[in-house]
């Protein structure tokens, strides 16, 4: 029987727990046994080696904040990149020898920040007008690092296959992804796995076979650059196919590096017939597995058993976070039985590289990488009449979402047929960052990369009115139930249902409320376009953006739905250009305020 989804609370105190008393425990020393068998020249019968953790890196390589540029600061105290991460895994290698520790990353490496976006876009890796391009910097600081294999996160699609396969030269280790398949052949993409051998003096290697498995939902997320190029089926599927293979090959240790949470939940529902959040399902399913890497879902699993449940045996599982924030460690301890090397024990922590300095090697490496970015995110490309906050975007129709609903309208509004053009135009758009800001005075590109923080593109998509009821109904799940004559309190009001802020919807373009005092489904009153109701087979261009266009977070009716427009320019582009090309940016122009949240018809703000 397949694991049922854990409670995400539920699970991710289970594992802190886990983690704390594997932390507390220390790391591994060489084993005494295996120095005084060394040391009489016997062959060791006991050997012990790590693997090294990261994911979801999405190009942080140094402790700095391009939105804000500054150092990278939270609440919690963490720190960003890799080059801090590289001094733990340097008193790792010392601690425990260069030959006992691998190092392995679970995907989302090439998207994320300015940086990423510099060397894709503005100088990218792939070269312009028949030149070389620039080494992307993760690259550099993964080979500087000696990664042995990374899995193939959803993101590394984002800027199409060209860029991935130039990042994927440019590595000295293999980007791994057994269910990535040509979508002619369904032969695999890219390497689904690679054998590395621990070398142990007398004594056999031992061998490491370490699996690579990316997100279904790339399908889905980049339909626009795979769709008819590559497939990606499930997870558990290729698991069963891989793991037999690797143990034939005589693979003393099976490790999984997933790009894949850990809850069994899937944000696009049913649109796909295999789990986004599938590596506990993989553990449970699938024989043969020591050990997973598991990346995607953001979060800190420091230590995570699930039981197989053909053989019993336990699999262990650790997720270090993202961005550099943590580094999972694997320990494991090994004995040699008639020739084969059998695992006797395995432990996983996270640790945490806020406490040391940045490695030097990559800062020397990189710098003039580092500031070729910063300059260009601190372009000015206009001005600003007034101080434009995202701080209260979550509950309130404020003008700084109006602008990013402005540049899609218009965009879209550009490109329509004559037909098309005649039906009314609308545009939906998520509050991705509660903390951006565009300022009085200068706008810069990091102002505006703040807003919108990810790479999407625009599309234009026809819905009726009862479709676009469906939708905003969908949206609004995202509020808890606040009966009336209870006061709302904004810290609890929000990410009802798990549905977080990336995948909440405002519409712009047509006038509604939210009801949060009735239950779900039943929220969207007075929806209404030019002043009269909508009617149900009302037909309206939507402007989206094409991760939801594609089936993100699993929004009814708009994946299906008749296409109007598309463009391979990022909404981000498109809102500097705008910036650009009127030189001041007045809320006057944009900010309309056409939503609101009540109770029993009462407006909360």
């Not at 980007?175 to 032969?187: F, I, P, S, V, Y």
């Not at 004559?418 to 039906?423: E, S």
């Not at 969207?524 to 261009?541: P, R, W």
């Given at each position: 029987m397949p694991l049922s989804p854990m409670n995400r609370r539920e699970f991710v105190k289970k594992s802190a727990v886990t983690g704390a008393a594997v932390a507390a425990a220390g790391t591994v020393a060489a084993a005494p046994a295996q120095a005084a068998e060394q040391k009489r020249h016997c062959p060791?019968?006991?050997?012990?080696?790590?693997?090294?953790?990261?994911?979801?890196?999405?190009?942080?390589?140094?402790?700095w904040d391009y939105y804000k540029d500054a150092a990278y600061t939270d609440k919690a105290g963490n720190s960003v990149g890799v080059a801090r991460v590289a001094t733990l895994i340097k008193q790792q290698r010392e601690a425990k020898g260069e030959d006992h520790v691998l190092l392995v990353d679970a995907g989302d490496i090439i998207q994320g920040t300015s940086l990423a976006y510099y060397f894709a876009r503005v100088a990218p890796i792939t070269g312009t007008d028949g030149k070389h391009g620039p080494k992307h910097p993760m690259a550099v600081a993964m080979n500087h690092m000696r990664y042995d294999a990374a899995a193939l996160g959803n993101h590394e699609f984002n800027y199409g296959i060209d860029t991935l396969r130039k990042f994927e030269s440019q590595c000295h280790?293999?980007?791994?992804?057994?269910?990535?398949?040509?979508?002619?052949?369904?032969?695999p993409a890219f390497h689904p796995y690679t054998v590395k051998r621990i070398r142990v003096p007398g004594a056999p290697d031992i061998k490491v076979g370490i699996?690579?498995?990316?997100?279904?939902?790339?399908?889905?997320?980049?339909?626009?650059?795979?769709?008819?190029?590559?497939?990606?089926?499930?997870?558990?599927?290729?698991?069963?196919?891989?793991?037999?293979?690797?143990?034939?090959?005589?693979?003393?240790?099976?490790?999984?590096?997933?790009?894949?949470?850990?809850?069994?939940?899937s944000s696009y529902g049913d649109a796909l017939p295999y789990v986004e959040n599938a590596s506990n399902l993989v553990a449970e399913q699938v024989p043969g597995i020591d050990a997973i890497l598991v990346g995607h879902t953001h979060v800190e699993v420091p230590s995570y058993t699930v039981k197989n449940a053909e053989t019993g045996e336990e699999v262990l599982l650790s997720e270090p976070y993202?961005?550099?924030?943590?580094?999972?460690?694997?320990?494991?301890?090994?004995?040699?039985?008639?020739?084969?090397?059998k695992v006797t024990s395995k432990k996983a922590q996270t640790l945490n590289p806020n406490t040391v300095d940045e490695d030097p090697e990559i800062k020397k490496l990189l710098e003039a990488d580092h500031e070729l970015?910063?300059?260009?995110?601190?372009?000015?490309?206009?001005?600003?009449?007034?101080?434009?906050?995202?701080?209260?975007?979550?509950?309130?129709?404020?003008?700084?979402?109006?602008?990013?609903?402005?540049?899609?309208m218009e965009s879209v509004k550009a490109g329509l047929s004559?037909?098309?053009?005649?039906?009314p135009l609308i545009s939906v758009a998520a509050p991705f960052s509660r903390t951006a800001d565009i300022p009085q005075?200068?706008?810069?590109?990091?102002?505006?990369?703040?807003?919108?923080?990810?790479?999407?593109?625009?599309?234009?998509?026809?819905?009726?009115?009862?479709?676009?009821?469906?939708?905003?109904?969908?949206?609004?799940?995202?509020?808890?139930?606040?009966?009336?004559g209870t006061k709302v309190d904004t810290a609890t009001l929000t990410n009802a249902n798990s549905f977080w802020d990336y995948m909440y919807d405002t519409a712009a373009g047509v006038d509604y409320e939210i009801d949060i005092a009735q239950p779900e489904g039943s929220r969207?009153?007075?929806?209404?376009?030019?002043?009269?109701?909508?009617?149900?087979?009302?037909?309206?261009?939507?402007?989206v953006n094409n991760y939801r266009a594609n089936g993100g977070s699993g929004y009814p009716h708009i994946a299906s739905a008749p296409n109007a427009y598309s463009s391979t320019n990022e909404i981000r582009q498109l809102m500097i250009d705008y910036v650009t090309a009127k030189k001041t940016l007045n809320p006057a122009d944009f900010a309309v305020t056409n939503w609101k949240l009540t109770q029993n018809g009462t407006p909360v703000f």
């Open positions: 060791p019968r006991t050997w012990s080696f790590s693997i090294l953790g990261t994911t979801d890196l999405h190009s942080h390589v140094f402790d280790f293999p980007l791994l992804g057994a269910n990535a398949l040509d979508a002619k052949t369904l032969r699996l690579g498995l990316t997100n279904p939902g790339i399908a889905l997320w980049d339909k626009d650059n795979v769709s008819g190029k590559m497939v990606f089926p499930g997870l558990v599927e290729q698991a069963k196919k891989y793991v037999p293979r690797l143990r034939a090959l005589g693979c003393d240790v099976v490790f999984l590096t997933d790009h894949s949470g850990l809850d069994g939940s993202c961005w550099g924030f943590r580094l999972s460690v694997f320990d494991f301890e090994l004995e040699l039985h008639h020739g084969q090397w970015v910063v300059k260009y995110v601190n372009t000015a490309v206009g001005t600003c009449t007034a101080d434009l906050s995202a701080a209260e975007s979550c509950w309130k129709d404020v003008p700084i979402m109006d602008f990013i609903h402005k540049v899609q004559t037909a098309d053009a005649a039906l005075g200068n706008v810069t590109i990091k102002d505006i990369a703040g807003l919108y923080i990810y790479d999407n593109t625009l599309y234009g998509k026809k819905l009726t009115g009862a479709q676009l009821k469906d939708y905003l109904e969908y949206a609004a799940k995202y509020y808890h139930q606040v009966p009336a969207i009153k007075n929806l209404s376009y030019g002043g009269k109701a909508i009617a149900d087979d009302q037909v309206f261009v939507v402007a």
